[in-house]
């Protein structure tokens, strides 16, 4: 049960921070990083399936996952903030 939510706060992290990376300007801290991450992971793994998009399994497949989920809420909160 811990070791899983370690893992989900890593993946998360990974996944925020890459996307602040990929998305200028749009970091929101370490914290903040790993909330978008995490929030992005959910919105992939909701939203990839549904196109026909599935990467696979395993923790590299879940990264790249919540990378892509991350881009996509940090590229709507973009539009959002102008």
């Not at 049960?1 to 990376?21: K, R, Y």
């Not at 919105?43 to 599935?54: D, E, Q, T």
């Amino acid at each position: 049960m811990i070791e899983s939510l370690v893992v989900w706060l890593i993946i998360g992290a990974i996944a925020g921070w890459l996307a602040g990376q990929i998305v200028k300007g749009y970091g929101f801290g370490l914290v903040g990083n790993i909330v978008v991450g995490i929030v992005g992971a959910v919105i992939a793994g909701w939203l990839l399936p549904m196109i026909g998009l599935v990467i696979g399994g395993g923790i590299l497949a879940a990264i790249i996952n919540a990378v892509i989920g991350a881009v996509i809420l940090l590229f709507v909160v973009g539009l959002v903030r102008k």
